[in-house]
């Protein structure tokens, strides 16, 4: 079974540009999640797809990060413009179902912002 | 708000010894809690669940135990191996947070051959 698909790996960009980045969930897997891993700490909930409906995004910066996932399948994540506080890990992970099933994750996207 | 904590932040320890990561939550309102495992450079893997409802659960030479009264968990390794190097993270899911995971910041593992 393939596991869920993250790209790019990785991202250089300049303070106030844009990027942006995409996730392929595991095939069947209703939920899909955006994590920001800063480094040191854990993994950070940004937002929650069930479908191609918005579940929580309560964590997300509204003012620059936007997120969709079209047809309940692949979804993106944009910063639009970035600061160099968004210098992070940018995990996608899905699941079966919401609330109690296990996450799996993809490799993530390493994003350095200067 | 939910808020985890894993205890030690790092910890470096010879092959073959027995070792006791710890973690422990504010919130014990939780449906279950889960360990991860994150190699450099890659994502996380799911190590064990334990619902809300159990105390313990073994996979291999790993054994996570829940009190959920108390809000701490365990993850018991036993005889490490260098390939055992890694961070591991601790989650818990639900809560007053709601339906979501809330990691701790983790804890470095390293097994010296």
């Known amino acids: 079974e393939a596991g869920v698909a993250q790209s790019p790996r990785y991202k250089i960009i300049e303070k106030r540009q844009s990027v942006a980045f995409w996730c392929n969930p595991i095939?069947?897997?209703?939920?899909l999640y955006w994590y920001q891993q800063i480094l040191g700490q854990g993994p950070k909930l940004l937002i929650q797809?069930?479908?191609?409906?918005?579940?929580?995004d309560s964590q997300l910066p509204k003012d620059r990060f936007s997120a969709e996932r079209l047809k309940g399948v692949d979804s993106t994540l944009k910063i639009q413009p970035a600061k160099l506080e968004d210098s992070a890990v940018y995990l996608c992970?899905?699941?079966?179902?919401?609330?109690?099933?296990?996450?799996?994750f993809g490799p993530g996207t390493r994003l350095l912002v200067l | 708000k939910q808020e985890v904590t894993q205890i030690p932040a790092a910890l470096s320890v010879p092959e073959g010894e027995n070792l006791v990561l710890n973690c422990s939550f504010t919130?014990?309102?939780?449906?279950?809690l889960q360990w991860f495992r994150q190699d450099p450079g890659k994502g996380l893997t799911s190590l064990l669940l334990?619902?809300?409802?159990?105390r313990e659960q073994t996979s291999g030479r790993l054994n996570a135990s829940l009190d959920k009264s108390s809000g701490r968990s365990t993850l018991y390794i036993a005889a490490s191996q260098p390939g055992d190097s890694a961070t591991y993270l601790c989650?818990?899911?639900?809560?007053?947070?709601?339906?979501?995971?809330?990691f701790g910041a983790g804890t470095i593992l390293r097994v010296k051959s």
């Open positions: 992970a899905s699941s079966f179902g919401p609330v109690k099933g296990t996450q799996y």
């Open positions: 095939s069947g897997h209703a939920t």
């Open positions: 797809f069930q479908n191609n409906g918005v579940v929580d």
């Open positions: 919130d014990s309102a939780i449906y279950n």
């Open positions: 334990i619902q809300s409802s159990q």
């Open positions: 989650a818990v899911n639900g809560g007053r947070d709601g339906n979501k995971l809330v």
